[in-house]
């Protein structure tokens, strides 16, 4: 059986050169020192004997937020088995690294200045040095990459910990309580999102990375608190509509994902018991959620 350090040691693997394992667009759900008391939303449908709750998440905590809210520990403990994005348990961070830079590099002659363009290249620069890093230095990777790389070099100039993020966390817990843990996707197929992206979307998405990661600071309050409250109308209207404004990406790293995620969900109903599952909060709100798509599907969910 996998021990809780052995499963920090393979999350802080998969987090090495890559934020991958964030994804969820791995802006809006990083963390903070502080944050409102309140209920992170939660919702559960039903059938027979089986009950599926879904929660949302937030992949990166700091040591200051390590304890589990609440909600989450009693859901937790009411659990039969867990169902998150990833089956963390079972990831090979080695694999996986391999993998990432397969699908990373730029091909033989290629750089990350030509993919972007002199005007973008010298934008990009600028953003950069503004979180004190320089480009260059990342070598001659694809701009998917270069943003996931990025997002994880700040995540770490701020003190945010991949240990105590929710996921890592709750799965800990179920292997030292011997439950049940799955997975909707594999990370193979988390980090094949981001590389058949268009080279337009690519650089939108480091665009947006690089200009997240200069305000970041100032806005992991705001972000934690609507968490932390539950308050889905704000998620909705400050957080999911700047991942809309890139359409490709949007489609690609949210809608699909949950369309992808509505049959294993299902499935958990035709299982008797409490099935505890944890996704990036934003694939929870909005009119492209999971929840909005089980409800077109006929079920009935209800808000804890």
Request: glycine fraction near 8%; hydrophobic fraction near 50%; proline fraction near 4%.
């Amino acid at each position: 059986m996998t021990s809780t350090a052995s499963i920090h040691t393979q999350a802080r693997g998969l987090m090495a050169g890559t934020a991958a394992i964030l994804l969820l667009l791995l802006l809006p759900w990083l963390g903070a020192a502080q944050a409102d008391a309140g209920e992170p939303a939660a919702w559960t449908l039903e059938r027979n004997d089986s009950r599926v709750i879904l929660l949302g998440s937030i992949h990166l905590l700091p040591p200051g937020m390590a304890e589990l809210p609440a909600r989450v520990r009693t859901l937790y403990d009411e659990a039969d088995t867990l169902v998150m994005e990833l089956a963390m348990d079972q990831l090979d961070p080695v694999a996986f690294q391999r993998e990432v830079n397969r699908l990373g590099s730029q091909p033989q002659g290629g750089s990350l200045a030509g993919s972007l363009g002199e005007a973008r290249w010298e934008e990009a620069q600028a953003l950069a040095r503004e979180i004190d890093l320089e480009l260059a230095l990342l070598g001659n990777v694809k701009p998917w990459l270069a943003a996931l790389t990025i997002t994880q070099l700040r995540l770490a100039q701020l003190g945010l910990a991949p240990e105590f993020g929710l996921e890592v966390q709750l799965t800990g817990l179920a292997v030292r309580d011997g439950k049940p843990i799955s997975g909707l996707e594999t990370a193979e197929a988390q980090i094949g999102l981001f590389a058949s992206l268009s080279n337009d979307e690519q650089i939108d998405l480091l665009m947006q990375s690089l200009g997240d990661a200069i305000t970041l600071r100032d806005d992991i309050d705001m972000i934690v608190s609507a968490w932390r409250s539950g308050d889905i109308a704000r998620m909705e209207t400050e957080l999911l509509a700047s991942v809309r404004e890139s359409p490709g990406l949007y489609e690609a790293v949210v809608v699909e994902r949950n369309r992808e995620w509505l049959a294993p969900i299902e499935a958990l109903l035709e299982r008797p018991g409490n099935h505890l599952v944890v996704v990036g909060a934003l694939h929870l709100v909005g009119e492209d959620s999971v929840v909005a798509m089980l409800e077109a599907r006929g079920h009935a969910l209800r808000r804890l």
